[in-house]
């Protein structure tokens, strides 16, 4: 007889965004003639560079013809792409515990964020940091790893509160507590906090000492610009040993629509099992990964792999220069503002409380109000984000300019 998954009746509504898009509407209805700028948006707005656009239809001529023809492809990804990201984002950046058969590609962030939890056990403890990407905890509640939710708690997953006081880093798992697979974002989404060498060095250390793995979602690492800032957790000493790191080229290359990213899974990743066993987790990814999925197209990899060249290297740090010169700005004119602001340094994000207090909602609503501006409830990422909004610096340079404006001159 066919049973559904109940962790599905567990996981409540996806409602943040369609809540905004909801209160947007309705005030649109009341409002016809205004115009409400959407700084809300995950998605970026820049077109895809043209050496990617090139690459693409050199790869689709190529796709046309039998004798450049490609079928399937190896579910890993193709060895030209894994070797570019080898050379280019860590050996020539100092990191050579990295190798070609320690990437896999994959068809962007969130996917392998969510499915990462194939590889262990139900009864794993997974710790993550709040305010967080939703991905983290809905994955894993959806694997049965949630228990029951009381107080906008799962009983099964342990939180890292992150809050002003600490600049939205958090503290260590205090002792005692079980945190086998530790999620961390930095640049973080949605709080743009980054952490230093010294704090994920911490961080690493903890995983060696009590056998937990580390997730480090790295989707943000190019608006990385303080020297001081990793843009990799395998720059810390030994994280290869304890680390999975997962990346995307969405928010850097204009391939939210495209579809590429790509997830590390070193082999010398050493952790064991509850009998002892040491786990090779990157053959027990190759194995999920050509049981469940049948590898990234053959021109979205060569999309991929053109960003690689000078002309792909420029065009990301001129997207990147872009979406910081907004985040920037809006980071600058809510201080000008009064507000307590954080992020919009090192990350898109700028996530920022008004002089005027409230919870997220109230605060959403105001400012689509009083200044025709959307924003993210901060709630919406956990109730550590109650009473914050985020800002993103992925819309056009115009409207950041107008938005800022309209926040100055109180229009
Ligand atoms: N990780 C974080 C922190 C994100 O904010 C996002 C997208 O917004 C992703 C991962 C997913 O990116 P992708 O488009 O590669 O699936």
């Known amino acids: 007889m066919f049973t559904a998954n109940q962790n599905f009746s567990k996981l409540p509504e996806s409602y943040l965004f369609s809540e905004v898009g909801r209160r947007i509407k309705e005030y649109k209805k009341t409002h016809p003639g205004d115009d409400v700028i959407r700084m809300d948006i995950g998605d970026v707005s820049l077109p895809l560079p043209a050496c990617v656009v090139k690459a693409m239809k050199h790869a689709a001529e190529e796709m046309g013809k039998s004798a450049s023809f490609h079928g399937y492809g190896p579910e890993q990804g193709y060895l030209f792409l894994r070797e570019l990201i080898v050379e280019n984002d860590y050996k020539n950046r100092g990191i050579s515990s990295i190798d070609a058969d320690d990437v896999f590609i994959s068809d962007g ?89 010294e ?84 053959k027990m990814w190759l194995r999920r990964q050509t049981t469940k999925f049948n590898g990234v197209g053959y021109i979205v990899q060569k999309a ?25 700005k809006l980071r600058s004119t809510l201080l000008e503002t009064g507000a307590e602001v954080f992020g919009g340094t090192d990350a898109p994000y700028v996530w920022f409380r008004p002089l ?40 056009t340079r115009e409207l950041t300019d107008e938005a800022c404006s309209r926040l100055i001159n109180n229009d």
């Open 356 to 395: 005027e207090r409230g919870d997220s909602w109230t605060l959403f609503d105001h400012l689509l109000e009083q200044h025709r501006i959307s924003s993210t409830p901060g709630v919406g990422f956990g109730r550590e984000g109650e009473g914050w909004l985020r800002l993103t610096g992925f819309n």
């Open 109 to 197: 962030a969130k996917s392998d964020l969510a499915n990462l939890g194939d590889l262990f056990g139900v009864n794993i403890r997974p710790a993550v940091v709040t305010p967080a990407y939703p991905v983290y905890i809905d994955s894993n509640v959806l694997s049965g790893r949630g228990g029951t939710m009381s107080d906008g708690r799962w009983s099964g997953i342990t939180y890292l509160p992150a809050n002003s006081a600490s600049d939205f880093t958090p503290a260590l798992p205090a002792p005692g507590t079980r945190a086998d697979v530790i999620y961390l974002c930095y640049p973080n989404n949605p709080t743009g906090a980054v952490l230093t060498k």
């Open 304 to 328: 991929a792999a053109s960003l690689y060249s000078e002309e792909g290297r420029k065009a990301i740090a001129e997207s990147v220069g872009y979406y910081m010169r907004n985040a920037k």
């Open 199 to 282: 704090q994920l060095t911490e961080w690493v250390g903890y995983a060696k000492q009590n056998g937990s793995l580390i997730i480090y979602d790295s989707a943000y690492e190019a608006y990385i610009s303080s020297p001081d800032i990793p843009r990799s957790i395998y720059e810390i000493e030994e994280a290869e040993e304890v680390a999975i790191e997962v990346r995307s080229f969405s928010k850097t290359a204009g391939f939210t629509g495209v579809r590429c990213g790509y997830t590390v899974v070193p082999k010398s990743l050493k952790l064991t099992f509850v009998d002892g066993t040491l786990a090779n987790l990157n």
